[in-house]
T-cell receptor, first 114, second 117 residues
Framework: AQTVTQSQPEMSVQEAETVTLSCTYDTSESDYYLFWYKQPPSRQMILVIRQEAYKQQNATENRFSVNFQKAAKSFSLKISDSQLGDAAMYFCAYRPLGNTPLVFGKGTRLSVIA | DTGVSQDPRHKITKRGQNVTFRCDPISEHNRLYWYRQTLGQGPEFLTYFQNEAQLEKSRLLSDRFSAERPKGSFSTLEIQRTEQGDSAMYLC???????????????FGPGTRLTVL
């Protein structure tokens, strides 16, 4: 079964600094999708960024970028110029091609210090 | 586009009671998913629909759980004879599949928090 591991239960970053959240996954598939979702306190989960495994180029969305290492099965999220509004739970998720359920990690709680 | 909505946002019930949750997906989304999230964990898949057809159910979905999407629009999730272990956040997500299988992005609702006393 596919699994997603987020080894950092909690992280903190100073406002305007950069932070990297780690994610590794286990799969025997060669084609799949990877996601980072953000879940602010008492608010709904929103998509931060998405990566297709067949694309070698790392995805970027404004201040958010990923480092996708397919051979290492690693998918880290980098947040640049951290803002107070970035404070949230961040979930890494995996989804094989042709399948529908997302498989989530346990999440990393990010605190942003003013 | 108002996003995915869920009702109620919170539900407190006594053990043994039945509860029903509703999810309204984003308009025109043909797929609808239910997940369960317990404290300190990521969401876990329960079931999903494509239009009105329920295509997959997780082993987590015991026979006390039933989900419907009668007209391919909103969906309901019913839990019968609730147990304390059912206490969790129940998340709904929707997506539009148009092309490559698995390529649709899921958008989540705010969730229904269930507390079973």
């Amino acid at each position: 079964a596919q699994t997603v591991t987020q080894s950092q239960p909690e992280m903190s970053v100073q406002e305007a600094e950069t932070v990297t959240l780690s994610c590794t996954y286990d799969t025997s598939e060669s084609d799949y999708y990877l996601f980072w979702y953000k879940q602010p306190p008492s608010r709904q989960m929103i998509l931060v960024i998405r990566q297709e495994a067949y694309k070698q180029q790392n995805a970027t969305e404004n201040r958010f970028s990923v480092n996708f290492q397919k051979a290492a099965k690693s998918f880290s999220l980098k947040i640049s110029d951290s803002q107070l509004g970035d404070a949230a739970m961040y979930f890494c998720a995996y989804r094989p091609l042709g399948n529908t359920p997302l498989v989530f990690g346990k999440g990393t709680r990010l605190s942003v210090i003013a | 586009d108002t996003g995915v909505s869920q009702d109620p946002r919170h539900k407190i019930t006594k053990r043994g009671q039945n509860v029903t949750f509703r999810c309204d997906p984003i308009s025109e989304h043909n797929r609808l998913y239910w997940y369960r999230q317990t404290l300190g964990q990521g969401p876990e898949f329960l079931t999903y629909f494509q239009n009105e057809a329920q295509l997959e159910k997780s082993r987590l979905l015991s026979d006390r759980f039933s989900a419907e999407r009668p007209k391919g629009s909103f969906s309901t999730l019913e839990i019968q004879r609730t147990e304390q272990g059912d206490s969790a956040m129940y998340l709904c997500a929707s997506s539009f599949l148009d092309g490559r299988a698995g390529s649709d992005t899921q958008y989540f609702g705010p969730g229904t928090r269930l507390t079973v006393l």
